[in-house]
């Protein structure tokens, strides 16, 4: 089925350890997000990628990179992970702001 | 910068009874204004979109929304409420190649 894929689902990982998301879309979208979502504070934005090889930060861009591999794949890495970043972290594309986005299920991240 | 406050953190309504979610925006521009909806454990999932024209705009599963400028407001309605409508909402706004989410609303559904 079209859509947003999104590995792992879930991940334990130790303070100080590095991984990354990987996600992947195939709708030939153009843009890719990526958020986290925390309790009672929405959805956040990490980073995106308006195009392939363009990526820029959004609100909360700290302790975070990513890489825009092809049209098709976003990654989020974690270079040395906090227990702050404890969260669920949701991959989108869009094709234009006029179609709103498609996500993915989400990777539930546990930092302990 | 653009911004959406959903005002309830928590609404609970009967089963066939109405709803009406809230949502504020803040935005400089004309607003592309979404709900989305998040049932326990999924991702989000589009309900309708605003852009322009008819300020009222349908939806799947029987809702729809309705913009008022003069209010900034986009408030999400639904006649009569199933049990299987019980999720997590989400408002959000856009703005320089961007969704701006609210903090979201959960909806219970008792029977």
């Known amino acids: 089925n079209a859509g947003v894929t999104q590995t792992p689902k879930f991940q334990v990982l130790k303070t100080g350890q590095s991984m990354t998301l990987q996600c992947a879309q195939d709708m030939n979208h153009n843009s890719m997000y990526w958020y986290r979502q925390d309790p009672g504070m929405g959805l956040r934005l990490i980073y995106y990628s308006a195009s392939e090889g363009t990526t820029d930060k959004g609100e909360v861009p700290n302790g975070y990179n990513v890489s825009r591999l092809n049209k098709r794949e976003f990654s989020l890495r974690l270079e040395s992970a906090a227990p702050s970043q404890t969260s669920v972290y949701f991959c989108a594309s869009s094709e234009s702001r006029l179609y709103g986005y498609t996500f993915g299920s989400g990777t539930r991240l546990t930092v302990v | 910068a653009q911004s959406v406050t959903q005002p309830d953190i928590h609404i609970t309504v009967s089963e066939g009874a109405s709803l009406e979610l809230r949502c504020n925006y803040s935005?400089?521009?004309?607003?592309?204004l979404f709900w989305y909806v998040q049932s326990p454990g999924q991702g989000l999932q589009l309900l309708l979109k605003?852009?322009?024209?008819?300020?009222l705009v349908q939806g799947i599963k029987g809702f729809e929304a309705e913009f008022k400028r003069s209010q900034s407001s986009f408030n999400l309605r639904k006649p009569s409420v199933h049990w299987s409508d019980a999720a997590e909402y989400f408002c959000a706004v856009e703005g320089g190649n961007k969704l701006v989410f609210g903090a979201g609303t959960i909806l219970r559904v008792k029977s």
């Open positions: 935005y400089g521009a004309t607003p592309y």
């Open positions: 605003y852009f322009s024209g008819d300020t």
